[in-house]
Nanobody, 124 residues
Framework: QVQLVESGGGLVQAGGSLRLSCEAS????????MGWFRQAPGNEREFVAA????????LYADAVKGRFTVSRDNTKNTVYLQMNSLKPADTAVYYC?????????????????WGQGTQVTVSS
């Protein structure tokens, strides 16, 4: 069973940057699409970004396009989310997720594996 562990969250001022990491427990997460989602209190889980297993295809939510960058290092079984120009509206718990397929899915129900989440708080 794949286990995912996120790290890198924290408190940052508006306009600042953070880089989230998500490490998988298995030796390889080849052939697995990886996604990032976020959930703020009282809100539904929201798609942020996804990346194919080769890294050749990426997909972003309109709210983060141009500010966030998803990448992965398959030699380290790790996916990253670089977040720049952060806004208070980006405050949420961020989750990474895995989907053993090829579809870059915006729907959280398309992902089988989930991390425990990491809190990102952006102050104004």
């Amino acid at each position: 069973q794949v286990q995912l562990v996120e790290s890198g969250g924290g408190l940052v001022q508006a306009g600042g940057s953070l880089r989230l990491s998500c490490e998988a427990s298995v030796r390889t997460f080849r052939n697995t699409v990886m996604g990032w989602f976020r959930q703020a209190p009282g809100n539904e889980r929201e798609f942020v970004a996804a990346i194919s297993w080769t890294g050749g295809r990426t997909l972003y939510a309109d709210a983060v396009k141009g500010r966030f960058t998803v990448s992965r290092d398959n030699t380290k079984n790790t996916v990253y989310l670089q977040m720049n120009s952060l806004k208070p509206a980006d405050t949420a718990v961020y989750y990474c997720a895995g989907n053993p397929g090829v579809t870059l899915d915006r729907d959280y129900r398309g992902y089988n594996y989930w991390g425990q989440g990491t809190q990102v708080t952006v102050s104004s």
